[in-house]
Nanobody
Framework: QDQFVMSGGGSVQAGGSLRLSCAAS????????MGWFRQAAGKKREGIAV???????DYADSVKGRFTLSRDNAKNTLYLEMNRLQPEDTATYYC????????????????????WGQGTQVTVSS
C-alpha cells in the first residue's frame, strides 16, 4: 500500500498552472517535514519544495516565486500550486517525507531521498 497517493498532474502549455495533491495514508505524516521532488528524463532528482510540521517552507531557486506549497493536516494532504509553468518543469513529480526534526532548508536538501509514492507526470509544452 502506498504511503502517499499523488494526483493532479497533466499536460499544459507554457504559462499555465497545475495543482498537485498528495494524500498521506495516516495522520502520522502530519508531524513530518513533507515536500515534493521531481525527476526529468535523464536527469537527477531535484528537491523543489518542502513544508515542516510547523508550516515553514523552502523552495528550490528553480521554482521560487512560481510554486506554492501548503498542507492541510486535518485532511492529511499536501498541495503544490504550480503557476507560470515552463517546459523545463516537465518531469515526474513525487511527494515525499523527511524526518520531523529538520528545518525547512535541511529538509529541502534531503527530500529527494525520502519515502515517496508512485509519482505524477507533469508535461509543459512550449
Amino acid at each position: 500500500q502506498d504511503q502517499f497517493v499523488m494526483s493532479g498532474g497533466g499536460s499544459v502549455q507554457a504559462g499555465g498552472s497545475l495543482r498537485l495533491s498528495c494524500a498521506a495514508s495516516t495522520s502520522a505524516w502530519s508531524t513530518y517535514c513533507m515536500g515534493w521532488f521531481r525527476q526529468a528524463a535523464g536527469k537527477k532528482r531535484e528537491g523543489i519544495a518542502v513544508i515542516t510540521k510547523d508550516g515553514s517552507t523552502d523552495y528550490a531557486d528553480s521554482v521560487k516565486g512560481r510554486f506554492t506549497l501548503s498542507r492541510d493536516n486535518a485532511k492529511n494532504t499536501l498541495y503544490l500550486e504550480m503557476n507560470r509553468l515552463q517546459p523545463e518543469d516537465t518531469a515526474t513529480y513525487y511527494c515525499a517525507a523527511a524526518p520531523p526534526s529538520m528545518t525547512a532548508p535541511q529538509c529541502l536538501a534531503v527530500i529527494a531521498t525520502g519515502l515517496w509514492g508512485q509519482g505524477t507526470q507533469v508535461t509543459v509544452s512550449s
